[in-house]
């Protein structure tokens, strides 16, 4: 069974302060991705990340991707109120050999007060 | 160009009782998959349709059961409903050439009394 971990579960932060979110995994994922679930509403996706090392910055937020494609973390800088929301990550596991399903791990619930 | 869409927004049915949800794809949207999100956790994936047949399938009970019809919309079916089927049913939606790309409806709330 593959299992992406997320840390911190619960995070509460003051506007303007950076956050490290961290998903990580024994397994090894084709590709991963980053979604952020607001309360009433499906998960919108942030990024995806394929290479092994691979560094993408969205403005405020960094997703960096493991060399071995296990893990990933999610930096955001001067987080605002309207980061707020579920973070989740979610790897692209193989199945069968050829097509692939989408594990989701366990999520991270921020809270960005003014 | 409408996105996702799912029906109906919230559900509240009995222990015993049977359930079908439904969704419709984001236009040029063929492939279909359904996950489960229990209160505070990551969305746990059922099934897949795409071409009408179920291509994937999680770690799921035969009581989920789903359909694919010909423009592409979904159901999916939960018969004998437990307590612990209470969650909120997401649909999401790509094109076979694209899989990596799911669009996400807003959700089926069920709550199982």
């Known amino acids: 069974t593959q299992l992406l971990e997320q840390s911190p579960q619960f995070l509460s932060i003051q506007e303007g302060e950076n956050l490290t979110v961290y998903c990580n995994s024994s397994s090894v994922f084709s590709s991963l991705q980053w979604y952020r679930q607001e309360p009433g509403e499906g998960p919108v996706l942030l990024v995806t990340v394929v290479t092994g090392g691979e560094v993408k910055k969205l403005k405020r937020l960094t997703f960096q991707f493991g060399d071995a494609r296990k893990d990933s973390s999610l930096h955001i800088t001067a987080a605002q109120p309207g980061d707020t929301g579920l973070y989740l990550c979610?790897?692209?596991?193989?199945?069968?050999?050829?097509?692939?399903?989408?594990?989701f791990g366990t999520g991270t619930l921020l809270a960005v007060q003014p | 160009d409408a996105g996702v869409t799912q029906s109906p927004t919230h559900l509240i049915k009995t222990r015993g009782q049977q359930v079908t949800l439904r969704c419709s794809p984001k236009s040029g949207h063929d492939t279909v998959s359904w996950y489960q999100q229990a209160l505070g956790q990551g969305p746990q994936f059922i099934f897949q349709?795409?071409?009408?047949?179920?291509?994937q399938r999680g770690n799921f009970p035969d009581r989920f059961s789903g359909h694919q019809f010909p423009n592409y919309s979904s159901e999916l079916n939960v018969n004998a409903l437990l307590l612990g089927d209470s969650a909120l049913y997401l649909c999401?939606?790509?094109?076979?050439?694209?899989?990596?790309?799911?669009?996400f409806g807003p959700g089926t709330r069920l709550t199982v009394t």
């Open positions: 999401a939606s790509s094109f076979r050439g694209s899989p990596y790309e799911q669009y």
């Open positions: 349709y795409y071409e009408e047949e179920e291509r």
């Open positions: 979610a790897g692209w596991a193989l199945y069968g050999g050829a097509t692939n399903k989408l594990i």
